[in-house]
């Protein structure tokens, strides 16, 4: 672009130079414009009237700072040679934050006092109000929680500030750098109310809360609190343990009546919410108490067990500073022993221990330990080291009741006395050794002596036992043979038995067969008697013989006639020829029976 195409736009320049000098013109003539994000705070730089002495802030139109500001906009008849105006940012309180304020102007605080009262401004952004209304200079009560604020900073200065934050499972303990004066004796303000847990000075103040330490603590949470009216230490909460009791002792409040009875005279003991040692222990849990205002002694109401023993201690600690016992004997020798002693404290109890003793330590130290140790060393005086060794049990159990009767009077119940490792002297050890190895040595020989005895008694019966097995095959074999020739006699007996009972048998059938074979033949032969008494009768003896001999002949089969006859029939007695008949009859049967015999 050439020089002359330049020149065509010479009418930028003034353009450009009255936006420039825009503001500057608007000066001029009494216009001020103030950015959205800004405000601007206004000095009188003269005027017919001047400020009162010690003042600082114009309220009506005097010479100096103005107590009102201009807000984001357009504002007229400023004219410059009359009022400057400072554009500054607004007052922003960032979340976590409190803006502390001072005030440059006001009126002088009253003696005694280290903070400005309270008055209504609208958070400090009125300054015609805050002065109207008799604010104070200095450091104010009042706090500005986190925001944006549009204060005028030549009447205010704002210094940023932490909120308090108080933890899980904790306290905060308040002290309070303004309010009346603690009365005389007192070491912490009593409790007010009204003030939103210190966040609202002036209601504190104005309820008669007292400079110092107060009673009462901020819980868990989040609080806008003036640092330069109150400082915060956080504190754990009190935690009283299972199977403990919390004993209180209050330094604060008012002075309570005594209600431990007229057979306590070792302190008093007070109902809640008086100073002094609380009657009713808290039972186990948290509680959020002051620890500057209250004392919580935690008595363990399990039973306890203390260690006399160097070295050794439990975890409560209590016995952390006991040591082994030592003691001498009637025989003039020293020795050590280690003592474990139960004790247990009754809920109810507790307060009573703590207002005689101020603590359970105490209680260790100031009763067990002298009481404990000096039954020892007085029960060991009174016998040697031998019977204390020998009896052991009985002085545990003596111990016990002792130990038991003493801690009755200060409220302790005394479960049970142990005795534990006692260590004689080592030289009589070493007698008490000596004679112990010469006896076990014998014990020893006598026991191998026994075992010999016993080694050969089984040598025998291992021997016995390796022939056992023939003795027994030996008796068992005669044994058999005892019961076969048993057997035999009792088979032989029950043969013969059987055979004189078959022969019985038979000669009882033979008897019977016989007799009836006879009875049938006589009582045949008779009747054939009577038959043939009867045919004899009717025919005559002579005739009847012929017949039978004539028959028997027939049935014989004989022959009768022989094929040669010699002699004379009539020269042989008869000569007949029944009696030749009869003669080769008999011949006849004779070899007939001849033969048969000798067959046989």
Known sequence: MGLEALLGFWWLVPLIAAIVCFKYVLRIFGVVVIAEDKMGIVTKKWGTRTLPGGALVALNGEAGIQADTLAPGLHLWLWPWQYSVERTGFTYIPPGKIGVVEARDGKALPGGRVLAKAVPCNAFQDARAFLLAGGERGTQLSIIPPGTYRINGGLFRVSLGDAVEVEDNSIGVVTALEGAPLPTGEIAGKEVGGHMMFQDGQAFVDAGGTKGLQTQVLLAGRYFINPRFATVETKPLTDVPIAHAGVVTAFVGDAGKDVSGEQFKHGNLVERGHRGVWMTPLDPGRYPINPYCYRVDVVPTQNVVLNWATGKTEAHKLDERLSTITVRSSDGFTFNLDVAQIIHIPRNDAPLVIARFGSVLNLVTQVLEPTIGNYFRNAAQSSDVIEFLRNRKERQTDAKAAIQAALNEYNVSAVDTLIGDIVPPAELMKTLTDRKVAEQSKVTFETQRLAEETRKQLEQARAQANTQAKVVDSERQVQIN?????????KAEGDAKSKTINAEADALVLTTVGKATAEKTMAVGKAEAEVIRLKTTAVGQSNYALIEVGRALAESKQQLVPQIVAGDLGASGG??????????????????????????
């Open 482 to 490: 005892e019961f076969s020739a048993q057997a035999e006699v009792k």
């Open 575 to 600: 000569g007949s020829l029944v009696n030749l008949l009869i003669a080769n009859l008999l011949k006849a049967g004779g070899l007939q029976g001849r033969g048969e015999a000798g067959k046989e």
